[in-house]
């Protein structure tokens, strides 16, 4: 099973601000890797696939980079809709895994 | 507008049964394939089982493979989830999802249902 780890748990960030998510796959995935928003009391939105492709409807403010075992999800300038829980996603191979979060909260 | 909504969940005692359902609309059903991804209370997301989109293929995670099967209508443009033997680890949000066309991540998601096993 490939083990996807988020870093940081937390992150702390005043609106307008940019910030940058992690995400380490144990194994490559190359790019068969997506980025999901939950807010709460709600299903994850779909925001990057493909390691770098927005989903549709996505602001140009969320980017996505990085390919086999390192990715990242940057918010150039947080807005304050985008204060969430951030998930990654492989889909290399099965098990399909998530990793475990990262809470992006209001400095 | 595509629309998942799924509906089963509730209370049952260990060792109990649900069969969750989700009604799928916006889309041409048979041409997705489905999956369910649970998330347990406070915690994070955990995929549970994926099906092609005639149904010929199925796949569950390890932990509720032989207890869980997920199975689909396309006459009826909805997808189930039988679960058997239910644990209080089971406990968790299920949510329905449509697994992008050729790929393994999901567009689109319903808004769940939960599932509490406890006696």
């Known amino acids: 099973e490939i083990v996807m780890t988020q870093s940081p748990a937390t992150l702390s960030v005043s609106p307008g601000e940019r910030a940058t998510l992690s995400c380490r796959a144990s194994?490559?995935?190359?790019?068969?890797f997506a980025w999901y928003q939950q807010k709460p009391g709600q299903a994850p939105r779909l925001l990057i696939y493909?390691?770098?492709t927005r989903a549709a409807g996505i602001p140009a403010r969320f980017s996505g980079s990085g390919s086999g075992t390192e990715f990242t999800l940057t918010i150039s300038s947080l807005q304050s809709e985008d204060f969430a829980v951030y998930y990654c996603?492989?889909?290399?191979?099965?098990?399909?895994?998530f990793g475990g979060g990262t809470k992006v909260e209001i400095k | 507008e595509v629309q998942l909504l799924e509906t089963g969940g509730g209370l049952v005692q260990p060792g109990g049964s649900l069969r969750l359902s989700c009604a799928a609309s916006?889309?041409?059903?048979?041409?997705?394939?489905m999956t369910w991804v649970r998330q347990a209370p406070g915690k994070g997301l955990e995929w549970v089982s994926s099906?092609?989109?005639?149904?010929?293929?199925?796949t569950h995670a390890e932990s509720v493979k032989g207890r869980f099967t997920i199975s689909r209508d396309n006459s009826k443009n909805t997808l189930f989830l039988q679960m058997n033997s239910l644990r209080a680890e089971d406990t968790a949000v299920y949510y329905c999802?449509?697994?992008?066309?050729?790929?393994?991540?999901?567009?689109?998601w319903g808004q769940g249902t939960l599932v509490t096993v406890s006696s």
């Open positions: 999802a449509q697994s992008a066309t050729g790929w393994w991540f999901f567009d689109y």
């Open positions: 996603q492989q889909y290399s191979n099965w098990p399909l895994t």
């Open positions: 194994q490559s995935v190359s790019s068969n």
């Open positions: 916006g889309f041409t059903f048979s041409t997705y394939a």
């Open positions: 099906i092609s989109s005639s149904g010929g293929g199925a």
């Open positions: 493909g390691a770098s």
